[in-house]
């Protein structure tokens, strides 16, 4: 966290590069959507699931439109979510993709049976990226106020804090005894995840910011 945050203030104070940015935390709450919609099945879903996957597409929705902002409602540059148009963002997914096969992995000796198994990954996979999010977006909002930006992402934040509390609740409910040593493992699993992408996103950054400097 300390790498990325001084990575934040070079990368907020160039509109194009800022603007690929947030849209790679765009792709990332979309790849959040896009995975719960795969893993909820409909006999496990209820109200506070289907607002789960309403509010992340909506946190989705608004960091695109922030990022379409930041160059001047002009979409070129952040149309889509490719790796053209966004900050490591392929590692960014792939930070996403590897906190998931983890847990996945460290679910393996509870013997869940579908669609119990993809129930339990959604809701330790979740519990550790809100984690993660709750750690990150504050010191996003911090830079963004340093830099007089045009958006802020406190309500993302006041989303991801409950999401946060009400994964927590589930997963102590879910794993009883065995939750201590889980969320020790998933986070540690979680941390190497996570140091990968900061490494994959401050390159980026340094070379996109050498070339505009060049």
Known sequence: MGRLAAALPGIVAEPFLHARMVNTLSRMEYVGVRKML???????????????????????????????????????????????????????????QGVDHGCEELLASFNFEEPARSEANYLLSSFIIEIRAEA????????????????????ILKDEVRHLAEMTERTKELFGEAWTELMDAAVAEESVCFEGWVDVISQAAEKSLANLQA
Do not use: N
């Open 38 to 96: 795969k893993a909820r099945h409909v006999d496990l879903l209820d109200l506070d699931g289907v607002m789960h996957i309403v509010e992340e597409a909506t946190h989705a929705l608004r960091l695109k439109k922030a990022a379409i902002k930041l160059l001047g409602g002009v979409e070129d540059g952040v149309r889509t979510y490719s790796a053209a148009d966004t900050l490591a963002g392929d590692g960014a997914e792939a930070y996403l």
């Open 136 to 155: 990150f977006y504050p010191m996003y909002e911090q830079a963004l106020q340093d830099a007089g930006a045009p958006f802020s992402v406190r309500s």
